[in-house]
Nanobody
Framework: QVQVVESGGGLVQAGGSLRLSCAASGSTFSINSMYWYRQAPGKQRELVASISKGGSTNYADSVKGRFTISRDNAKNTVDLQMNSLKPEDTAVYLC??????????????WGQGTQVTVSS
């Protein structure tokens, strides 16, 4: 059994920074790609950033240059450093991980989400 949990959300003023973390734990497993999504009320869920097992990254145009995704394969974590935050960044941020528990195929695991609110 694997659990994926996000942390680090909160309230910040425009121009400020937050660092989100996502940790996978529980069983013996390996992690392939990891992703950060966000979803605001009434809006479509948006892929914010992704990182492969080897460290290749991709970003949404709206966050490019402001957000940085990184991972620690030994600790089974992925972080999202968010700088120069804007009110439009306000959303629930969700972590998605492609995980294979020992002896199984790759499956997708979602965290419960962490709220990020950017005030003006």
């Amino acid at each position: 059994q694997v659990q994926v949990v996000e942390s680090g959300g909160g309230l910040v003023q425009a121009g400020g920074s937050l660092r989100l973390s996502c940790a996978a734990s529980g069983s013996t497993f390996s992690i392939n790609s990891m992703y950060w999504y966000r979803q605001a009320p009434g809006k479509q869920r948006e892929l914010v950033a992704s990182i492969s097992k080897g460290g290749s990254t991709n970003y949404a145009d709206s966050v490019k240059g402001r957000f940085t995704i990184s991972r620690d394969n030994a600790k089974n974590t992925v972080d999202l450093q968010m700088n120069s935050l804007k009110p439009e960044d306000t959303a629930v941020y969700l972590c998605k991980a492609e995980i294979a528990v020992v002896g199984t195929m790759w499956s997708v695991y979602w965290g419960q989400g962490t709220q990020v609110t950017v005030s003006s």
